[in-house]
């Protein structure tokens, strides 16, 4: 019902920046959940990034100030600017979207800070 891909990943050296896209088709109607979520080697998923249907945006403390997360409704897409890039920001990138109990991600995109 929902498809979503991300792109816009890579290597990148520290104080770098990347962009990050999540693509979406299918069921995009009404109020929904969107975020960036990661997970590094050996850790937990954590949640880098929140979007509502009302425009509402949080963070996670890690990247609060360094990281903003947007979209383009005309586009069916999310993005994720990340600024000032550090090594423990590598990771594998994941695209979410809850349309209100229906859960839905994307494949990933890898992230790699490494001078």
């Known amino acids: 019902q929902v498809q979503l891909v991300e792109s816009g990943g890579g290597l990148v050296q520290p104080g770098g920046s990347l962009r990050l896209s999540c693509a979406a088709s299918?069921?995009?109607?009404?109020?929904?959940?969107m975020g960036w979520h990661r997970q590094a080697p050996g850790k937990e998923r954590e949640t880098v990034a929140t979007i509502t249907s009302g425009g509402t945006t949080g963070y996670a403390d890690s990247v609060q100030g360094r990281f903003t997360i947007s979209r383009d409704s005309a586009k069916n897409t999310m993005y994720l600017q990340m600024n000032s890039l550090k090594p423990e920001d590598t990771a594998v990138y994941y695209c979410r979207r809850d349309n209100g109990g229906e859960v839905y991600w994307g494949q990933g995109t890898q992230v790699t800070v490494s001078s």
């Open positions: 299918g069921r995009l109607f009404g109020i929904y959940t």
